[in-house]
Structures are given as structure tokens and as C-alpha cells.
């Protein structure tokens, strides 16, 4: 069955792992995932691996965004997020792979956020299921934020694992912050996230939508 998304743009990012790179796009075109556009956004990998990103962009027919240097993921998710041009994104790190029930699952998510303008943000990959959960429908809950609660993992209600996004993201939330490591980016858009009082959905049955791997042909970083 193919599963069309015509106002949705698949944007991954990359860095020296172009072995998961075609392995997640391989994946996707098995599952017959077809997005009205693909965006790899690569932080100044290494020559072997850029290489092998150029001769993928043949075979998978992707927009390619780089940089001559590494910039960071902040850098490298804005530019990237610049190059879309659809209404909605489905952001991806490149060591991620999809199962097979995540097109159908996603469908679910695109509808959800068609229909209601007030969600942000649907995400499908966690490590650990978000503190408090509100039941919605076919496995999804809303993330909700409290204040009181003592779990830190209240913070992490945006996180950069993968989400279903609207594509006018950064004029809401801003643009990432850029020149810090990853993980104080990821809390710096987490932090501003709640500040704005954004609303998301939270896949229930998430660890079955991705799993989250290196590849092992990928070259040495």
C-alpha cells in the first residue's frame, strides 16, 4: 500500500553516518512513504561521507543543504527547516530507522493536526514515555505539563527525536540555538517550548514506531 503526503516534507539531518543515512531512506521507500519533498541537511561531514550523501541524492531524488563546516544541530536543523517549503515536517535524525506500522500511525498524526490548529508538535520516539499522559485516540495521548510535578522529564515535552511538525515552527518557537552542543540545544527549545505554552500529542506505542541504531558500514567518523 503506498501512503501519500503531499503537504509534508521528510527533513533529515546528517552527520558522518551516511550508511544509516541510506538505510533510513531505503526504509522509507520500502514502507511506499511518498512526502512531497526530502530535505538532507549535513553538518560539514567528512569527505567519504559527503561523497556517498551526493551519490544518494541521485537514487532517492533529495535536496541536499550543506555547509563547509560542522555548525553544529542547531545550524543544521535551521537551514535545514529553511529549505522546506511544504506545510507540514517530518523531522529525523539520520540513525533512525521506521517499523512497519509507522505510515498508518502517521497518517493518524497528519489528521490529527489538520483538524486542530491548537497541536504543535506529534512525536514518536522517546526513551521514556513523558510524565503525565492524557488519553486521546488510536495511540495517542496529549503531553501535559505540571509544574509540581518532580520528574525532570516534564522539561523534555519538545525533544529532537521524531516529530511531526507544522513547517512555520520557528515563528512560534524561534530558530535553534546555535554554537552550543546538542543536548543544551535540545533543553534550550524544550525550556522555550513550555514558555509558549505549546500542545503536543505523544505516541503511546512509540518505541514501536522507530528504532534508533548506527549502521554498521557506516565510514569511521
Known sequence: MQYQFPDTTLLITHYNRSGSLERLLATFESLECRFADIVVSDDGSRPEHLEKVRALGGRYNFRLVT???????????????DAVQSEYTLYVQEDFQPSDIFPAHFRDALTFMREDSKWDIVRFYAYFAYPTLKPFKKGYSEMVYRFWDMNHLKFYCYSDHPHLRRSTFPEKFGRYPEGIKGD????????????????????TISQNCFTRKTHPTNPVP
Not at 67 to 81: A, M, V, W
Not at 185 to 201: D, G, H, I, N, P
Open 184 to 203: 543544551l540545544t535540545e533543553y534550550k527549545m524544550a525550556v522555550r517550548f513550555l514558555q509558549k505554552k505549546a500542545r503536543a500529542y505523544f505516541s
Open 67 to 81: 555547509t563547509p563546516e560542522n555548525r553544529g544541530l542547531g545550524n543544521n536543523i535551521n537551514k535545514g527547516q
